[in-house]
């Protein structure tokens, strides 16, 4: 079984942010099942017979290692932001990720190991000097959004192949 968490920040402040691409995967896969959204802990859960789909409910970015409270056992993706790599870019790796990720660092101390898979989806598109703190809490232009929703729909192929993008 796949366990997939999308990390992100709650609240509709945060919806269609950089920082919430994690989120933003997990919604992808879940929009083409008739399965639903259900509590459980701190974190929202979406289960299909094959994989479970786990968002936050109220945990924010850095504390995401909460997200993993009584999950099932399988095998673990995170998907994330990465400012490493430019928009409309990813990498699924194991065991390896960005050089500065809270929401993963937070991951990696709840497991104790950062022997998972991560999604590293490219949030990257500055044209003028900004912080990354700043910048991962925009909202993406129209033609960004045309970007990462070819590049949601090809994570979501090399992740499920089977899977039919949302």
């Known amino acids: 079984m796949k366990i997939i968490v999308g990390l992100g920040n709650p609240g509709v402040e945060y919806a269609g942010t950089r920082h919430n691409m994690g989120v933003a995967l997990v919604e992808r896969l879940a929009s ?39 999950l099932p056992e399988g095998e673990l993706y995170i998907a994330h932001d990465d400012l490493d790599l ?24 709840a497991l104790g190991t950062k022997d998972f898979w991560r999604v590293r989806i490219g ?22 959004k045309g970007i990462l929703d070819n590049t949601l729909d090809a994570i979501v192929k090399a992740i499920i192949p089977d899977q039919k993008p949302g």
């Open 32 to 70: 083409s099942s008739d399965y639903g959204w259900r509590k459980h802990y701190d974190a929202l859960v979406y289960k299909t017979p094959d994989v479970v789909l786990v968002k936050t409910r109220d945990v924010f970015m850095n504390e995401s290692g909460r997200l993993l409270q009584g």
């Open 86 to 109: 430019k928009l409309g870019e990813y990498k699924i790796q194991f065991g390896r990720g960005p050089k500065d990720h809270n929401g993963v660092e937070s991951v990696e101390r």
């Open 123 to 144: 949030i990257d598109n500055r044209t003028t000097p900004i912080d990354g703190e700043s910048y991962v809490l925009q909202k993406f232009t129209a033609e960004e």
